[in-house]
């Protein structure tokens, strides 16, 4: 490392681990809470799900202007980061409290507490992702930098499907609840382990975020400018390669649906909602790997090129998983494997974007000497969250109209089938389609590295000319 020092990547990285193992709980288990605990319609809260992240896809730009606006010594990102701990925290725990509502006070409930966490979530979420274009001047220290922290950040991600079995086994008749005792079965999770978890994930997660507040600097020299809402969205039009990235993350919006339905998927194939554990950690080791080889591939290949092949990858063996398990064999072993090969795409979802828009973010900069980090990934976050919210939306629907029964004893063929195919084959198809934007991408190789040389230069004249 040039410029950061062992500590502050590990700040960064364990940061973005800890604030996305509460993004990962949400988005796993909030639907089965609503679902399992209050008797809420899994399709009505996927499209109750949708309009929050769509209403609070607003907030994201308001937060990317303020950051855009805001100077000083203590930067312009980190303080967003303090200011969002403690509301993201109680949030969290708040929306796994069982209510005694129903009908439509409880979907208003449902409503109005996710759209809370949402805002809590945004005000944290845009300058975690937007201090990563800050942390060091240096291109390849950057691209290593957030490939190692996007590798902590995608366990985190898929950390829920660990805490929740282990809070649940450390609760007072928790070895029933993951079948450990002998002659009992696995009972569902009850409301009060669905809130000890949500406690021990909030406490712990936002611990570790609030690491990059204390531990980080921003060292790329900026100036804080007043940004208007619609300045912010404008961005888009005046940064082609941004709008590319952003539509590219829309075309590709189910993606990650199987997050969304990892808890049924894992009743429907695995007998047991509480054997999530087994198909989180099963793709997780894929996607881990991903994440550790993407800089090599963009090394060998450029960010442009190893996108649209992990792409391509990813539709191929996503596809052949679902016929091969659906269609050929139902052998779990086979599954596991698929499952395995299916998590080496997710390099490209995860880990390329971020490093795609800062590499926007420097060409931005080259040509009309603003970095406007804030509204460009604010741009991202916004689409992130409506992209996951669509992910989610879409599969909770296929779930609820695959006949699904969270106290079935028995899932039918049928329900497994659908089920297997939004887990499995649709995100597969979202990803091909996301290929397509990228084909005119251009900020990569030896545009990139002259970017990088001419930005240098220009930072080394501004400082000998003060």
Known sequence: MKYMKFREVAAYSLGLFGFQAIVGLINSYQAEFYHSAMGANLAVVGVLILAVKVLSAAFDPVVGGLIEKRGGKGGKLRPFIAYSVIPLAVTTVVIFIKVPLTGFALYAYVFVTFLLWSMAMTLGDVPSQGIASVLTPDAQERTNVISIANTLKQIGFSASAVIVPVVCLLMPGGSKVIGLEKGETDAPISSGEYLATAAVTAVLG????????????????YAGEKMSFGETFGILKKNKPLALVIISYFLGAGRQMAMAIQVQASKALLGSENYV???GITTAVGSMISMALTPVLIKKLGEKKAYIALSLYGFAVSVLAFCVYAFVTNNMIVLFVMLFLTGLQFGAVTLMPMIMVSDCVDDYELKTGKRAEGPAFSMLTLTIKVCLAIGAALGLILVQLSGFDAAAARVADRTKNVILFAYVALPGIFSLLSV???????????KKAATAAQLQKRRSEQQSAQ
């Open 277 to 279: 554990i087994v198909l």
């Open 206 to 221: 936002c611990a570790l975020f609030s690491l990059i507040y204390f531990m980080n600097r921003e060292r790329v020299a």
């Open 436 to 446: 397509f934007p990228i084909l005119k991408y251009d900020i990569y190789g030896e």
